[in-house]
């Protein structure tokens, strides 16, 4: 058999299989939160879930999540981490479990088990899901790479098939395409060169929103993006090549519903809340709703002493978050992660630098899981908001 005659079976087989399996766990874990017992749905929707971050937003008709990973439950502080989370938050977003390469490490494996926990761990404590990320030519595994411009095409089509099949009905939001953007790769259209770019040219977009509604009726459809925060060059390049793309989307009528923007704010970079605040405008003149997808700081530029970068992380969320929430377009803030322990800056300056006093300190929570300044910094601008 040729290689597209092996993925078409594969592809067949497994569709078939898990979209069985799938309407079996949907039944169980919906069977498993009416059923319950109060304890279990205490550790969810107790007291202290009205002085949390996901309380406070919903008071103003925003969704505030954080995203979540499986592996992290397995820890020794693994419970600490899973109440924090039911506690804190409306919704999760998968960090890792459902990107193309967790899914799909080798040509004939589709391993849907970290992702099943996650879709387990949210319907236990009443979470929604953000499912990221179903198209990204930055998070290819090599076998993937290794394929003709067909099969890759080919394989994107099965592969948004295969995971909203078993899935429907279980996200409420999917990220269906990711990071579109990358000036870097020296494209006249500021487009991230990779295979399923090869294979359909700039439609792979709206192809892929096209595929993705057809597969999933009810969630919402979003392209996700990074750097469009910054005052430089980097940021107006992202800005305005984000802004053409979603022209060409509305003009093809792809069923686009909100547009995710990442947040990963830095000390390293200047900025412009008001010219952010204005581009946040021209996108929701478009049509689109828009969602603040991955916020953190990275305050590798603020002082050393933990009380003085605490102050300014807590500044930095404030006046983004104050400038971003006044427009009505804007209905979800997810964080990426909570506590500044399970950061991916966290795990990045660890394996440079094991010194804690310079272990980065990037979100709403310290390692304790205790609130940190930013804690009050984010719930207060969710106060001062208007509301949706
Ligand atoms: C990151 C995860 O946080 C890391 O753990 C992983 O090693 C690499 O991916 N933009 C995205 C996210 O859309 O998927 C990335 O997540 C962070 C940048």
């Known amino acids: 058999m040729g290689r597209r005659g092996r993925l078409a079976h594969d592809m067949t087989s497994g569709t078939t299989l ?12 919906s069977a498993a939160v009416a059923t ?16 949390s971050l996901g309380a406070i937003a919903a008071e103003k008709g925003v969704v505030f999540g954080a995203s979540f990973a499986v592996h992290e439950t397995a820890k020794p502080q693994g419970a600490r981490y899973a109440q924090l989370y039911a506690r804190e938050v409306r919704s999760i977003t998968s960090e890792l479990e459902l990107k193309m390469s967790s899914l799909r490490p080798a040509e004939h494996i589709l391993s849907f088990d970290a992702a099943d926990g996650l879709f387990d761990f949210a319907a236990t404590h009443a979470l929604a899901v953000r499912g990221h990320t179903l198209v990204w030519n930055d998070d290819v595994p090599p076998w993937i790479k290794a394929l003709s411009t067909k099969e890759a095409g080919y394989l994107m089509d099965a592969h948004i098939e295969a995971v909203l099949e078993r899935y429907r009905g279980r996200a409420a939001v999917w990220d269906v395409v990711n990071e579109p953007i990358a000036p870097w790769d020296n494209r006249p259209d500021n487009l991230r060169a990779g295979p399923f770019l090869a294979a359909y040219g700039i439609d792979y977009i709206a192809r892929s929103f096209e595929r993705a509604r057809r597969f999933e009726p009810n969630a919402k459809l979003v392209l996700n993006e990074a750097f469009t925060e910054t005052a430089d060059e980097r940021g107006e390049t992202y800005r305005r090549t984000l802004l053409s793309i979603l022209k060409r989307l509305k003009d093809q009528a792809a069923p ?13 970079h200047p900025y412009d809340f008001p010219r952010f605040a204005a581009f946040l405008h021209e996108i929701a003149a478009l049509g689109f709703e828009i969602h603040l997808t991955e916020l953190d700081v990275d305050d590798s530029a603020f002082p050393r002493l933990a009380s003085a970068r605490d102050a300014r992380v807590a500044a930095l969320y404030r006046d983004f978050l104050t400038a971003a929430l006044s427009n009505t377009a804007v209905t979800s803030v997810t964080t990426w992660q909570l506590a500044d322990h399970t950061s991916w800056m966290h795990y990045r300056a660890v394996s440079a630098n094991a010194d804690a006093t310079t272990a980065p300190r990037p ?22 908001m208007p509301p949706r």
């Open 363 to 384: 979100l709403p929570f310290d390692a304790d899981f205790n609130r940190k300044p930013a804690w009050m910094a984010i719930a207060n601008a969710f106060r001062a």
């Open 36 to 51: 319950a017992p109060k304890s279990v749905l205490a550790a969810g929707l107790g007291t202290g879930r009205t002085d």
């Open 18 to 29: 898990f979209t069985r399996r799938a309407a079996i766990a949907a039944l169980a874990s």
């Open 256 to 268: 686009v519903d909100a547009v995710g923007l990442q947040c990963h704010l830095s000390s390293r």
